[in-house]
């Protein structure tokens, strides 16, 4: 069935609303921190913790901002299908940070309205102007959460078993995303790009670490 732009505008508006709000978007997998028991936190580990997870839902928030953006404006209909397969896969990411930010006794982020709309639009501005960039900047955004994946389970307090669960999960999600990325013809980026990636990219972790 061919979609109208109001019928896709309608959807992308409910994704967002899934996005944002909190406790609506349900996860199709249980939560791999169900695995592990809750562990006593110091009050400083705690709130380190949360930084660290709240960073995470940012993160996932963008993710499926740049996702539904680069579906809108994607020209093929394969590329469509895998953005929005892995915004679906994605949806988990979201949800099992949101719950684990509750559990800790905290929130997401009140900053997560701007950086969805901020990524929308590169997400969509990257898909008009080809498939190729699209794709390439898929890959080039998993290898960046990847690398900050790495870093916060390093960084997490050891006992905290049930949040480093669901990072190692959304590591292994996040770098099947990338290869799928590059495998469907995505543009891998030069580094001096990928470097101005990076600082970008700090300035969503340094500002939802607290807020």
Not at 19 to 30: D, E, Q
Not at 33 to 43: I, N, R
Not at 51 to 59: A, D, E, K, S, Y
Request: glycine residues 6%; hydrophobic residues 40%; negative net charge.
């Amino acid at each position: 069935m061919l979609l109208t732009k109001l019928d896709k505008a309608v959807i992308q508006f409910d994704r967002a609303l899934q996005t944002l709000v909190p406790k609506v978007a349900k996860a199709a997998r249980p939560s791999p921190a169900l695995q592990h028991p809750e562990a006593p936190l110091e009050p400083t580990e705690q709130r380190h913790a949360i930084g660290l997870m709240r960073i995470n839902h940012t993160g996932e928030v963008c993710a499926q901002a740049l996702y539904a953006g680069q579906a809108t404006t994607a020209k093929l209909e394969m590329v469509r299908a895998e953005m929005e397969h892995a915004a679906d896969e994605e949806v988990d990411h979201l949800v099992w940070c949101e719950e684990r930010l509750y559990e800790l006794g905290s929130r997401p982020s009140v900053l997560n309205p701007l950086f969805y709309g901020a990524s929308f639009c590169i997400g969509a501005g990257a898909g008009m102007i080809s498939d190729k960039l699209s794709l390439g900047f898929v890959a080039a955004t998993e290898d960046q959460v990847c690398l900050h994946l790495d870093k916060h389970m390093a960084a997490l307090p050891e006992q905290d078993q049930r949040s480093r669960a669901i990072l190692e999960q959304m590591h292994i999600d996040e770098a099947k995303h990338k290869q799928m990325a590059l495998d469907s013809g995505g543009y891998e980026f030069p580094q001096p790009v990928m470097r101005v990636m990076t600082l970008v990219s700090k300035v969503m972790t340094h500002s939802t670490y607290r807020i």
